[in-house]
């Protein structure tokens, strides 16, 4: 059974910085492309950071320079260190896992982001 878990959301100030993971089993994790999306109220889920099976890593422009993404093969997991938050971060993140190769896409439940003093 696949399973991919989101945890480390929470409220925090303007300028503050959180820590997001995502711990995936029951897939050959290796072999997936992992992505971080997220989704505002009343806004289209949209992508903001994903790193390919062989580490290449793209970001959205809104969030370059301020969210750092990575995965660690070995423990099956993905992070977003997102610093400096604004307001506009304030959304549900959710983790994907997605493989052309297996024709698998998965999806966590997500993660509340809110950015408000």
């Known amino acids: 059974q696949v399973q991919v878990v989101e945890s480390g959301g929470g409220l925090v100030q303007p300028g503050g910085s959180l820590r997001l993971s995502c711990a995936v089993s029951?897939?050959?994790?290796?072999?997936?492309?992992m992505g971080w999306y997220r989704q505002a109220p009343g806004k289209q889920r949209e992508l903001v950071a994903q790193i390919t099976s062989g580490g290449s890593i793209t970001y959205a422009d809104s969030v370059k320079g301020r969210f750092t993404a990575s995965r660690d093969n070995a423990k099956n997991t993905v992070l977003l260190q997102m610093n400096s938050l604004k307001p506009e971060d304030t959304a549900v993140y959710y983790c994907?896992?997605?493989?052309?190769?297996?024709?698998?896409?998965?999806w966590g439940q997500g993660t509340q982001v809110t950015v408000s003093s």
């Open positions: 994907n896992a997605y493989s052309l190769g297996f024709g698998r896409n998965y």
């Open positions: 029951g897939i050959i994790f290796d072999s997936f492309r």
